[in-house]
């Protein structure tokens, strides 16, 4: 009988299962001849390397393309398993990007994610010293080889510009004028950092964002002899990394800019005028009651009046969680409805402005909104059919560890111990007609049953649910500040993937 992908699935999860039984009657004296795994960064053919299984160079016969919830590559449904790479780490020196692309592909790595790589400068990132849309030529340089060398293993690239927030230069106030609003430079990072939320709000920020991806796709890859746009090897590009207007980031930068505080009032009440046509209208829709009442989230009352022009759209998940809304917001229910379609409105804006933005310059590839999350129930939803819009449904998801010092609870628990926990969880956000991807999850360290993860996600969620790509992450970033040869921290990475062993710091 063939094996389908259903019933492979189904098989590794009961070995997994009944592993996880045995293991917990293992004594010390049962594992006195087991010996210790230690992987070397041995890049030549082996009877285990994968490198034969990569179509090389990545995107030899054209583009990954999306087709409802799935992605094909040359008429095939294709799977994507990588891992992430972080700030400098985008770009290493020659001899080190060599060595990953061979490494990876041995281990059957087809796809990186280059994260943060427009973070800062220096070892943040290849940002220039003055301006985060121009970038350094040498670290530019080195990323271009690292990319090359992706491509020719036969390694897709996906492309997360910085954390979320975007990190200005000096040169940057030409942009954003109220920079300083946002706080002062950081005298080690030469950069000033906007708050979480701040550009789905400021269409000054998202020229900025747009202005650097545009800047970075038009340029020509000396090593492939394509511009980013044009090179298929790159399979994706983020819009933002884990914010949401819709989180509970969602009034901080209105209380850090005064500027921005002003605007987004004022079209929040041009907004309101053409729902409700006058103040009297909107106060019979509201009621008096709803309007000057966020003392206590740090906006004093000013006596807001849709004459003014001063409403504010104030809220957050807790606000709009079901609970509130019939409970204890009850009174301001209607506001705080208007204030979440307002704001999922100027979310959705913000993404297609970029994505056609990164049409025009000629990026036919695969688009994500955001990675986030937003609460649940309403909130939630309107989150996520922001990012369906976009393309393919990607998240976040961590578990297991702890940290002492943040006064966490130490998880040292495996995901078998009940139906759906963990990063299995995340599965309940997949979407009609769109792919569905995790770019981060890992089992944090200390958990010693991080070698379930990877099959996991590659036998659950990869093949019966039908998850269609894994980056996992790292508890620190892969690649570290250094560029050495040998047992660094990235080299600790395809075990991980394969499952060998749980993540190390």
């Not at 998801?397 to 609870?409: K, L, Q, V």
């Amino acid at each position: 009988m063939d094996l389908t992908e259903h019933h492979l699935s189904r098989i590794i999860i009961s070995i997994l299962y009944a592993w996880a039984a045995w293991s917990s009657t293992v004594s010390a004296a049962d594992m006195a001849d087991w010996f210790v795994f230690e992987p070397t960064n041995d890049t030549g053919p082996s009877v285990i390397g994968m490198e034969r299984w990569l179509d090389k160079p990545a995107g030899k016969h054209g583009r990954i393309k999306r087709d409802r919830d799935k992605l094909l590559y040359h008429g095939q449904p294709l799977k994507l398993w990588g891992l992430n790479l972080c700030f400098s780490a985008c770009a290493p020196k020659r001899e080190l990007a060599e060595q990953r692309a061979k490494f990876y592909a041995k281990y059957g790595i087809n796809s990186v994610r280059l994260h943060k790589y427009l973070d800062g400068p220096g070892w943040a990132g290849i940002q220039s010293a003055d301006s985060c849309v121009a970038f350094d030529p040498e670290g530019l340089d080195r990323m271009d080889y690292q990319v090359a060398k992706f491509k020719e293993a036969g390694i897709y690239v996906l492309l997360s510009a910085h954390f979320g927030a975007l990190k200005l230069g000096p040169a940057d106030r030409e942009y954003v004028p109220y920079l300083d609003e946002f706080g002062k430079f950081d005298e080690r990072k030469k950069r000033v950092t906007t708050p979480h939320s701040a550009i789905q709000y400021a269409p000054e920020l998202q020229d900025v964002q747009i202005r650097q991806m545009v800047n970075l796709l038009k340029h020509t890859n000396p090593y492939t002899g394509l511009t980013y746009a044009e090179d298929p090897a790159i399979a994706f590009i983020e819009v933002v990394n884990e914010q949401s207007i819709l989180f509970f980031t969602s009034m901080a930068p209105l209380k850090a800019s005064s500027t921005l505080r002003r605007a987004t009032a004022e079209r929040f009440s041009d907004w309101l005028r053409k729902k409700y046509r006058s103040h009297e209208g909107l106060q019979a829709a509201w009621g008096q009651e709803a309007l000057d009442g966020f003392a206590n989230d740090g906006f004093r009352a000013v006596g807001e009046h849709l004459d003014k022009r001063n409403i504010l759209p104030l809220g957050n998940p807790w606000y709009w969680d079901p609970a509130q809304l019939n409970g204890s917001q009850a009174y301001r229910k209607q506001r705080l409805l208007d204030t979440l379609e307002f704001l999922y409105g100027l979310q959705c804006d913000f993404y297609d402005r970029y994505v056609d933005a990164m049409r025009q310059v000629g990026y036919a590839g695969e688009i994500l909104g955001s990675n986030w999350q937003a609460g649940r129930a309403l909130s939630h939803f309107y989150n996520l059919h922001s990012d369906w819009r976009v393309g393919a449904i990607d998240r976040h998801n961590y578990f297991g560890g702890g940290s002492a010092r943040r006064g966490e609870t130490f998880n040292n628990a495996s995901m078998l111990r009940s139906a759906g926990s963990g990063t299995l969880s995340v599965g309940l956000q997949q979407c009609i007609d769109r792919p569905f991807m995790l770019s981060e999850w890992i089992h944090v360290f200390p958990n010693e049953w991080g070698v379930e993860g990877p099959a996991l996600l590659g036998a659950y969620g990869c093949g019966l649910q039908g998850w269609d790509v894994s980056y996992l992450f790292q508890n620190r970033d892969s690649g570290g500040f250094s560029d050495r040869i040998g047992r660094d921290r990235w080299d600790v990475t395809a075990p991980q993937v394969l499952g060998v062993f749980p993540a190390v710091a």
